[in-house]
């Protein structure tokens, strides 16, 4: 079974708008990742973010994590049409091994 | 720095048939990993290699999946005989560190 569920399955927004999408897990974790994957390619590493740290940033990402909710939250700032695609989080465990788990993904729609 | 290769880009085969799939990871990259990812799903991973050796395939369904790293460098998976529920896209990733994933763009399997 999948660790992580995203929220919403699909989103479409205006271009300059802002997107934001949701991961729960449902066990302890080392941290927590999101990856974004365009239309018939591989997934692209976007942000990690620690299970000590609450919030990270980068370019137009911003990234939150609340561990005592099993939840983390992606923000995309001032979208633009190029953003377009899936996203999903990835959840590492407290183990030493290197698994990751993904969630479902969330689809979204950047209209120009 | 040249990514992860993978091919074939597409393949469509006949349930019952053979099929295998062929990885190259980023140089030096020890880890790899190859991930089933049925359409409107994440990534689940099928097996994680540390050089050579296996760390974790306890999701490969082993009595028609197979898959090996000959020399720590390129990777094979192999599927016979598949099934209609095989059709997904393989992807492989490869990883020098435990934090982050490099994706190559996949494998897209159709059986009919």
């Known amino acids: 079974s999948q660790q992580g569920e995203e929220d919403p399955q699909a989103l479409s927004i205006q271009e300059g708008e802002n997107a934001t999408m949701n991961c729960s897990y449902k066990t302890s974790i080392n941290n927590l990742q999101w990856y974004r994957q365009n239309s018939g390619r591989g997934l692209v590493h976007l942000i990690l973010?620690?299970?000590?740290?609450r919030e990270k940033h980068s370019g137009r990402l911003r990234v939150t994590l609340d561990t005592s909710k099993k939840s983390s939250s992606l923000l995309i700032t001032a979208s633009r049409a190029a953003d377009t695609a899936s996203y999903f989080c990835a959840t590492k465990m407290m183990d030493s091994s290197y698994k990751l788990i993904f969630g479902s993904g969330t689809r979204l729609l950047v209209r120009p | 720095e040249a990514g992860v290769a993978q091919s074939p880009r597409y393949k469509i085969i006949e349930k019952r048939q053979s099929v295998a799939f062929w990885c190259n990871p980023i140089?030096?990259?020890?880890?790899l990993y190859w991930y089933q990812q049925i359409l409107g799903q994440g990534p689940k991973l099928l097996i994680q290699f540390q050089n050579n050796g296996v760390v974790d395939d306890s999701q490969l369904p082993k009595d028609r999946f197979s898959a090996e790293r000959l020399k720590g460098v390129d990777s094979t998976l192999k599927i016979q005989p598949a099934k209609l529920e095989d059709s997904a896209v393989y992807l492989c990733a490869t990883s020098s560190v435990p934090d982050t994933q490099y994706f190559g763009p996949g494998t897209r399997l159709t059986v009919l």
């Open positions: 973010i620690r299970s000590n740290e």
């Open positions: 140089s030096g990259h020890a880890t």
